[in-house]
């Protein structure tokens, strides 16, 4: 199984970037897909989840009304777009896959992508 993340780089305080990670290896629709992301010295945080079919996207609250998460079940992938963004977003954004559960639990997500950095700066 292979999560591979993209679409970080360096951006303006707010401004937009779009994640994108792909997956190969498992049956895609049958995931629960999420991003998370970890900045220097704090723990990893869930950001947004999307449900199987991409029908009910799931937000914490740092990341409502700025960001948006969606999937392409056909193309195995899953993004997120991230607009007005804060140098409070600069982290290490990971995607996770998970079969089924609590979707804010980072513990239970069986598949972890290489992390893409997001750096925000004025």
């Known amino acids: 199984v292979q999560l591979q993340a993209s679409g970080g780089g360096l951006v303006q305080i707010g401004g937009s970037l779009r994640l994108s990670c792909t997956v190969s290896?498992?049956?895609?629709?049958?995931?629960?897909m999420a991003w998370f992301r970890q900045a220097p010295g704090k723990d990893r945080e869930f950001v947004a989840a999307?449900?199987?079919?991409?029908?009910?996207?799931y937000y914490s609250d740092s990341a409502k009304a700025r960001f948006t998460i969606s999937r392409d079940n056909a193309g195995n992938t899953v993004y997120l777009q991230m607009n007005s963004l804060k140098s409070e977003d600069t982290a290490v954004y990971f995607c996770?896959?998970?079969?089924?559960?609590?979707?804010?639990?980072?513990?239970?997500?069986?598949?972890w992508g290489q992390g893409t950095q997001v750096t925000v700066s004025s």
């Open positions: 996770a896959a998970r079969y089924s559960g609590n979707i804010y639990a980072l513990g239970g997500y069986e598949y």
């Open positions: 290896g498992l049956s895609f629709s049958d995931y629960i």
């Open positions: 999307i449900s199987y079919t991409g029908d009910r996207p």
